[in-house]
């Protein structure tokens, strides 16, 4: 069963990174599915999780992003695999942006879009054009 939903949750990948007009029905069936650990384990082997990076960095469509965002969440608090999930996306994201994935997507959105001044986080246009 599990290799099914690793299967299905692959090809489904392809699709997502093939076929811009599938990404919001690709994004549901992937919510659905990211509830098994080996589809998680897809998603970084196949390297989605930095096309899922880019659509919420990037997506002009804010149905996506907010899509995107309750995706990587629920991918992060996944008990086995979501601590690499957390590694990855601190690669690319400072760690403000990814504890604010795992607690809120509209807030993690709210928080990349606008700047930040203090000691914690210094993120203005500049440094959120770095990221995309």
């Known amino acids: 069963s599990s290799g099914i939903n690793a299967e299905y949750g692959g090809s489904l ?27 998680i384990k897809e998603v970084l082997v196949k390297g989605a999780l930095i096309y899922l990076l880019h659509l ?6 804010p149905e996506i992003r907010e899509d995107t965002a309750l995706l990587l969440s629920k991918m992060l608090s996944d008990k086995l695999v ?12 400072p760690s ?10 509209e807030t993690a959105i709210h928080m990349f879009d606008n700047t930040h001044e ?13 990221e995309r």
């Open 13 to 39: 990948l392809v699709m997502f990174m093939l076929v811009p007009g599938s990404r919001s029905s690709v994004l549901q069936v992937l919510h659905a599915l990211v509830s098994n650990t080996t589809v």
């Open 56 to 61: 919420f960095c990037n997506s002009s469509t």
């Open 82 to 93: 979501g601590p690499k999930v957390r590694l990855v996306l601190l690669k690319f994201l």
């Open 96 to 105: 403000l942006f990814v504890e604010a994935l795992s607690d809120s997507a």
């Open 118 to 130: 203090n000691p914690e986080l210094v993120w203005s246009d500049e440094s959120r054009e770095r």
